[in-house]
């Protein structure tokens, strides 16, 4: 196979234009330190496995897609869009790269996903990866996102989903249940698939689907982890966070509950990272329609090859 050209990006300044921003909606996370985690976030250097991963299925995406996209826009950590975008090499057009991060270097645009910059169908296809689950308000942003596509314009986005770290949930709770006698907010609630799919419906975007992919990694260690949630700005920014130092004992009882209830035969540790992928158009009147209620001309029992009886 031959090697696909690099796209054409737009021209990167030396410091990205941060533009004035709407004041954010209330919400449960703390959006300035969202921007900070994910800034120090991308200052380290280390191996972010589910980016690759991400990259790989986002890339394979549009790549299933039979035309090229003149005006694209990425938004999300410049080490995941740079990938995607290597990826797709000539496919996309000018790229337009866009972050909501302290740390503007590799970036066209520092912008908030709650108060996007662009105009009105600026973009034949947008990606956004792996930030949404931190935003206040998910239906408004997406509801923006659609109103950046050019019609007939393609939407893909990929956001944590419910499953994520659910094993790390439960025990932190039974942990700090056994410790303090309480327990509190540590690790955000996330969109669950039937969630994202009514979400777009309801948006009034074209061809809606959502998908996803479960993925169990295996850890010798909860340090090991912790280590990669840093490395991907992942660590807690709800608004009401317990902003106590835990203390030691508190993790070595985690570290315990955890191999006692999640452990492997081979004595490593295993966690759950669910990704559910958003597909969606821009509406277009060439766009292909679903069939009327009762239009069907051919019988299921037929397709089936049963025999039709009465329920």
């Not at 034949?124 to 596509?149: E, F, R, W, Y």
Request: aromatic residues 6%; charged residues 25%; contains cysteine.
């Amino acid at each position: 196979m031959t090697q696909a050209k690099e796209p054409t990006q737009a021209k990167e300044p030396t410091r990205a234009k941060e533009p004035t921003q709407a004041k954010t909606t209330k919400g449960p996370f703390d959006r300035h330190l969202v921007k900070l985690r994910r800034g120090r976030a991308q200052k380290q250097v280390g191996d972010r496995f589910i980016y690759g991963r991400c990259a790989d299925d986002a890339a394979s995406r549009v790549l299933d897609v039979s035309r090229s996209f003149g005006r694209t826009l990425f938004l999300g950590d410049k080490h995941l869009t740079r990938q995607i975008a290597q990826k797709l090499g000539g496919k996309i057009g000018t790229a337009i790269f866009a972050d909501y991060t302290a740390l503007a270097c590799g970036l066209d645009v520092v912008c908030d996903e709650e108060a996007l910059p662009f105009r009105a169908e600026s973009f034949d296809l947008i990606i956004n990866v792996l930030t949404l689950h931190g935003v206040n308000q998910v239906p408004s942003a997406l509801a923006k996102l659609k109103t950046l596509l050019k019609p007939d314009g393609l939407f893909i986005g990929a956001v944590f989903g419910g499953q994520t770290l659910s094993e790390l949930r439960r025990v932190i709770y039974a942990a700090e249940e056994k410790i303090c006698g309480r327990v509190s907010p540590r690790i955000s609630s996330m969109i669950k698939l039937d969630q994202a799919t009514s979400m777009l419906a309801g948006l009034g975007f074209a061809l809606p689907l959502a998908d996803r992919d479960l993925l169990t990694v295996r850890y010798s260690s909860l340090d090991r982890l912790y280590a990669d949630l840093r490395l991907m700005g992942e660590t807690n920014a709800l608004l009401v966070r317990d902003r106590s130092v835990l203390s030691a004992r508190f993790f070595k009882k985690v570290e315990s509950i955890y191999r006692r209830d999640h452990k492997g035969v081979d004595g490593k540790l295993n966690v759950s990272f669910e990704t559910l992928w958003l597909t969606a158009w821009g509406p277009h009147p060439d766009q292909p329609k679903p069939l009327k209620p009762g239009s069907a001309q051919t019988k299921l029992a037929d397709a089936l090859g049963v025999r039709e009886s009465k329920v």
